[in-house]
């Protein structure tokens, strides 16, 4: 089945960096994009960044652009996003995410706290 397993959250001072990584299986990871979401109390859940299946391109929300970076390794299984400048409205659970058909996958979600 497919699994989406992220990890790398925390706490963090303002200005300071943190990489997510997400862990994929029971999918051809490498045929599909890949997406990282966030979700901040009493909020809906945003994109944040996405991927194509070669990783040769790449969007990202307009409040992340130049601060985040989405990368791939398709050898792993594994999708990345670093996170610089980090902001006290960056605090969120991030979720990794992938379409396949008609269906939706999530992770369990990883807590970023963004604070002094």
């Known amino acids: 089945q497919v699994q989406l397993v992220e990890s790398g959250g925390g706490l963090v001072q303002p200005g300071g960096s943190l990489r997510l990584s997400c862990a994929a299986s029971?999918?051809?990871?490498?045929?599909?994009?890949m997406t990282w979401y966030h979700q901040a109390p009493g909020k809906e859940r945003e994109l944040v960044a996405a991927?194509?299946?070669?990783?040769?391109?790449?969007n990202y929300a307009d409040s992340v652009k130049g601060r985040f970076s989405i990368s791939r390794d398709n050898a792993k299984n594994t999708v990345y996003l670093q996170m610089d400048s980090l902001k006290p409205e960056d605090t969120a659970v991030y979720y990794c995410?992938?379409?396949?058909?008609?269906?939706?996958?999530w992770g369990q979600g990883t807590q970023v706290t963004v604070s002094s």
């Open positions: 995410h992938v379409t396949i058909g008609p269906r939706d996958y």
């Open positions: 029971g999918f051809g990871f490498s045929s599909y994009a």
């Open positions: 991927i194509s299946s070669n990783g040769r391109r790449t």
